[in-house]
């Protein structure tokens, strides 16, 4: 079977395979993301933003016989002392009054009973003024936090953008602001003790601003439209899905392939899938007894009469297969004898020449010295790795504590492999063995179920 790994299995095992594998996680969090999408959508509130356009300009009087008038340019300093006189407070107040706005709900919206209940019983009733004065104040409070100003680029225009829930209303605040921010500079001017012949010469000179654009109602809401932050939630979804799929499969270094195994230096002889158990008995498989099989061809080519089944670690199944691969060699009309490491060591060599086949069930390789001492006079070994439970590195580092040459492994098989992911590894050939299977009805025979030890 070697030969073809580059062909066959890829020794990482993330990438677009890792969606394929992962495609519920990839779903499900695409799904997940979807929903937050629609609810945002369905519970945002929509809001509207309505814009005007003021032109600061200085007026000037112009030296000669006759008096007159011009337009000048105006400096940064005035043009931002004109946003400041738009966002006061004042300035604020008298657009409240200018719309009434303090009977608007949401400007000032009703308070709640807790609220209610909260400010009878630290302020105790208030009179009708001090009642208009608090909604007077939230509701310059709301207009401070929906009303922005500023400067347009580097020119002497001020933007004026109000945003409310309706169209209609940001339209009538943000225009109502121009008309008092010029009602209030014609009051101003108009204001004082000067003479009638002083007022009038200086009247209509200092800083001014007009109207540039009115404002319109918005047509739609502010934000991207619903489709976008629909699409954006779904895309969003499945990229983080599909992060997570590559970063689990990242992180995961078990053995999962052929490809993998043939790595560590040695054949890998197939795939044992998970066993079902039928009333305390194991029904193996045909992929099992296919696996099974090849072993015993494996053992045949290497003329091996003593063959050692281990794991890396513990609790990999290798005492299970141990059994199912000396009954294999039994049905074969073969002499077999199948002993644990304990028992090996005891038993007379003579007494051994009169099998053909010795299967000895030996202790982890990770075990170390308990290994090497069972392993002695042991002419060939089988590791069986258990799939997607032990890392590449951990049976590194147990080949090398056993002090086994890669050469005297006959091979290795995954067990326990769950038959779901076969061939979705990018591992070819044991997609086509897993069809191979399909088509071939399990063998009859079956042992006793007990618990892998070894």
Not at 307 to 324: L, N
Not at 444 to 449: E, L, R, T
Request: glycine fraction near 8%.
């Amino acid at each position: 079977m070697s030969g073809y790994v580059g062909e066959r299995s890829p020794l990482r095992t993330f990438g677009l395979l890792s969606l394929r594998r992962r495609w519920r996680l990839v779903a499900g969090c695409g799904a997940l993301f979807l929903i937050a999408g629609l609810l945002v959508v369905a519970l945002k509130p929509a809001r509207y933003t309505s814009s005007t356009q003021l032109l600061v300009y200085v007026r000037q009087l112009q030296p000669g016989p006759d008096l007159v008038v011009t337009s000048g340019r105006a400096d940064l300093t005035q043009v931002q002392n004109e946003i400041e006189i738009v966002r006061s407070r004042g300035m604020l107040a008298k657009v409240v009054g200018a719309l009434n706005l303090v009977n608007d709900n949401e400007v000032v919206p009703a308070p709640t009973l807790f609220r209610a209940l909260r400010e009878r019983f630290f302020r105790g009733s208030q009179s009708t003024p001090e009642n208009a004065r608090t909604k007077l104040e939230r509701a310059v409070d709301f207009l401070d936090k929906h009303v922005t100003a500023k400067r347009v680029g580097t020119s002497h225009t001020i933007l004026v953008s109000v945003t409310t829930s309706d169209p209609n209303k940001s339209e009538r605040i943000a225009n109502a602001i121009g008309q008092v921010a010029l009602q209030a500079r014609v009051s101003a001017e108009q204001e004082g003790n000067r003479s009638p012949l002083l007022r009038e010469r200086l009247q209509g000179l200092g800083p001014a601003a007009y109207v540039m654009s009115i404002a319109g109602a918005p047509g739609r809401p502010d934000g991207p439209r619903t489709i976008v932050v629909i699409l954006a939630a779904l895309l969003s979804g499945l990229a983080v899905g599909s992060a997570l799929a590559l970063v689990l499969d990242l992180m995961n270094r078990t053995m999962r392939t052929a490809a993998q195994v043939e790595h560590l230096g040695m054949e890998c002889i197939g795939a044992i899938p998970q066993v079902p158990t039928d009333a305390g008995e194991l029904r193996p498989s045909a992929m099992l007894d296919q696996t099974l099989r090849r072993a015993m061809t494996a053992i045949a080519a290497s003329k091996a009469r003593t063959v050692g089944i281990t794991s890396a670690v513990t609790q990999e199944g290798a005492t299970t297969i141990a059994k199912h691969l000396a009954q294999i060699a039994a049905r074969s009309r073969k002499k077999v004898l199948f002993v644990e490491a304990a028992a090996w060591r005891r038993c007379d060599p003579d007494w051994l020449r009169t099998y053909d086949l010795v299967v000895v069930n030996l202790p982890p390789l990770e075990s170390g010295p308990e290994f090497r001492m069972a392993a002695n006079d042991i002419d060939r070994i089988l590791l069986v790795i258990k799939w997607g439970s032990t890392e590449f590195e951990r049976i590194e580092r147990a080949i090398a504590a056993s002090g086994v040459a890669a050469s005297e492994f006959i091979g290795a098989v995954l067990n326990m492999v769950d038959d779901r992911m076969i061939g979705k590894f990018g591992d070819k050939l044991w997609k086509a063995e897993a069809a191979l299977v399909a088509r071939r009805d399990p063998f009859g025979f079956s042992i006793p179920a007990e618990r892998p030890v070894g």
